[in-house]
């Protein structure tokens, strides 16, 4: 994901890159409308300017504790059940929540799988039918699933990267949801978080391992 997207020195907060391509059809329509229907023109121009405030991309200070399994996403812990074997947490990102997603802990990357599915509101419990990319690290599983708005999910890994804790694997647009399938290591009593915990990605410890 880049850095340094353009025009990015007019805006007070990063974006992704993508949020440039969102926004330059409402900025375009603005510049012609403004003229001609001023209150057209500033609705579009407040709406390219919401596209790019959603896309923000904030840094985040990760903890260095050695253990420490930290938030895919910015949200509200929405899920925390068993999965056979393991643990599944999942984050509801809600329309304001920063919707850049990082790694819960190093790794290297796998395997990247999309899956299509239906398109249930992020925090809707059918919502695990939904959309949604899977990206293994082989002793857990990061899901990124699509809310009912949102149908863009852009993964920004691929297999053979080797991530650190924190890091940046992508981001989705217009609200949804992180989960993340656990190690096998890690059980109840490592869990730090439950169901209605505000987190944020790269920070919030969710589970300490051994």
Request: net charge negative; proline share 8%.
């Amino acid at each position: 994901m880049g850095r340094n997207p353009p025009l990015a020195t007019v805006l007070p907060f990063d974006v992704v890159d993508e949020a440039w391509r969102l926004a330059l059809v409402p900025a375009l329509a603005a510049a012609v409308t403004l003229p001609l229907l001023p209150p057209v023109g500033i609705g579009l121009l407040a709406l390219a300017l919401g596209v790019l405030w959603f896309h923000r991309d904030p840094e985040r200070s990760t903890p260095d504790a050695g253990g420490a399994v930290v938030a895919p996403a910015d949200g509200t812990v929405s899920v925390v059940r068993e999965e056979g074997e393991r643990l599944r947490v999942g984050v509801f990102m809600n329309v304001t929540d920063v919707h850049v997603n990082r790694a819960p802990l190093a790794g290297e990357v796998r395997e990247v799988r999309h899956r299509p599915g239906a398109n249930r509101p992020a925090f809707d419990k059918e919502s695990d039918r939904n959309e949604q990319v899977a990206i293994d690290f082989g002793e857990y599983e990061l899901l990124i699933i699509a809310g009912w708005f949102a149908r863009r999910i852009h993964p920004a890994v691929e297999p053979g990267d080797a991530l650190d804790r924190g890091e940046r694997v992508g981001h989705v647009s217009f609200g949804s949801r992180a989960d993340v399938i656990l190690p096998a290591d890690v059980d109840e009593t490592d869990l730090l978080v439950s169901e209605g915990d505000a987190v944020r990605a790269g920070e919030t410890i969710i589970a300490e391992r051994d």
